[in-house]
């Protein structure tokens, strides 16, 4: 079966500093990576995700992710956080064929940015 | 605008009772879901549709029940089987097709027990 790790429940870090969300993914053949992020009380937001190619995907509001292959990871990154960062963020995994888009979800890494 | 409604944002639920939440989306979208957000949990699928007047069980259907007779809504009934029903619940859409699509979602409705 699919599924997403968060190793983190939550990440704390410096405003200006960069920040790192973990993710690995545990699936067969070549899997589909999202990450969103949600605000209180609100739906998730998409931020990026990793279809084919490139490595390293560049998303929404200054985030990146990379596709490692190897190590079966696909952190998000940002070189410097804002507090405006703090939120919760999920990592999700789909079927590459058949299943349509439905989603498998992480737990979820809630993300603190301090002055 | 356009985008997933979710009503209403905040349900109570009696004992014994069966709710419906709401879900209307105006992208022309194929492919609707509904999840379930515990804290601690992440988002559990319950029922998802990926043409109209058909739709699949999820990994927590049981206690739930959906249907899908326009394109455009895709509500969800909370049944009294449903033992623990709180939790927030968010429905999303998609173009349908092949994976690798993003899911655009509601705000959200927040369920509680009275």
């Known amino acids: 079966a699919q599924s997403v790790a968060q190793p983190e429940d939550q990440v704390n870090v410096a405003e200006g500093n960069p920040l790192t969300v973990k993710c690995t993914y545990s699936?067969?053949?070549?899997?589909?990576l999202f990450w969103y992020v949600q605000y209180p009380n609100r739906g998730l937001q998409f931020l990026l995700k990793?279809?084919?190619?490139?490595?390293l995907v560049k998303g929404s509001y200054g985030f990146e992710a990379e596709f490692n292959k190897s190590q079966t990871s696909f952190h998000l990154k940002k070189p410097s956080a804002l507090v405006s960062d703090s939120a919760l963020y999920f990592c999700a995994v789909s079927y590459p064929t058949g299943g349509g888009n439905k989603l498998t979800f992480g737990t979820g890494t809630q993300l603190k940015v301090e002055l | 605008d356009g985008g997933i409604t979710q009503s209403p944002k905040y349900l109570f639920r009696k004992e014994g009772q069966n709710v419906t939440l709401s879900c209307e989306q105006n992208l022309n979208h194929d492919a609707m879901y509904w999840y379930r957000q515990d804290p601690g949990q992440g988002l559990r699928l319950i029922y998802y549709?990926?043409?109209?007047?058909?739709?699949q069980k999820g990994d927590i259907a049981e206690g739930y029940s959906v249907s899908r007779e326009k394109k455009e809504s895709f509500p969800l009934t909370v049944t009294s089987a449903q033992k623990n029903p709180t939790a927030f619940y968010l429905c999303?859409?998609?173009?349908?097709?092949?994976?690798?699509?993003?899911?655009?979602f509601g705000s959200g409705t927040q369920l509680s027990v009275l």
């Open positions: 990793y279809i084919t190619g490139d490595n």
């Open positions: 999303a859409s998609t173009p349908g097709g092949q994976g690798g699509k993003k899911l655009f």
């Open positions: 549709s990926q043409i109209v007047n058909d739709f």
């Open positions: 699936v067969s053949g070549n899997p589909y």
